[in-house]
Nanobody
Framework: QVQLVESGGGLVQPGGSLRLSCAAS????????IGWVRQAPGKEREGVSC????????YYADSVKGRFTISRDNAKKTVYLQMNSLKPEDTAVYYC???????????????????WGQGTQVTVSS
């Protein structure tokens, strides 16, 4: 069983940056689709960004394109989300999510998730 642990959330001012990390334990993630799903208060969960090995195909929600960058280090079994130019509407709990068979569309758009992290809070406020 894959276990996912997020870190890197916090409070940041609008226009600032944060980097989230998702460390995995258990099986190797080499062929997993893995990414980030967020949920703001009163809203449904939204796939933010996902990545799939071995071709490193990626997905970004329209709302974060050009501001967020996802990357992965399979040797360290860690996925990162670099978030720049943060906006108040990015405020949410960010969950790391993974699936061994899904592609990035399946994971991020259809939310076909086999493994969830516990979530990390990101608050963008002045």
């Amino acid at each position: 069983q894959v276990q996912l642990v997020e870190s890197g959330g916090g409070l940041v001012q609008p226009g600032g940056s944060l980097r989230l990390s998702c460390a995995a334990s258990g099986y190797a993630l080499d062929f997993y689709a893995i990414g980030w799903v967020r949920q703001a208060p009163g809203k449904e969960r939204e796939g933010v960004s996902c990545i799939k090995s071995p071709d490193n195909s990626t997905y970004y929600a329209d709302s974060v394109k050009g501001r967020f960058t996802i990357s992965r280090d399979n040797a360290k079994k860690t996925v990162y989300l670099q978030m720049n130019s943060l906006k108040p509407e990015d405020t949410a709990v960010y969950y790391c999510a993974a699936h061994p068979l899904a592609n990035v569309q399946g994971l991020c758009v259809m939310l076909k998730v086999a493994n969830w992290g516990q979530g990390t809070q990101v608050t963008v406020s002045s």
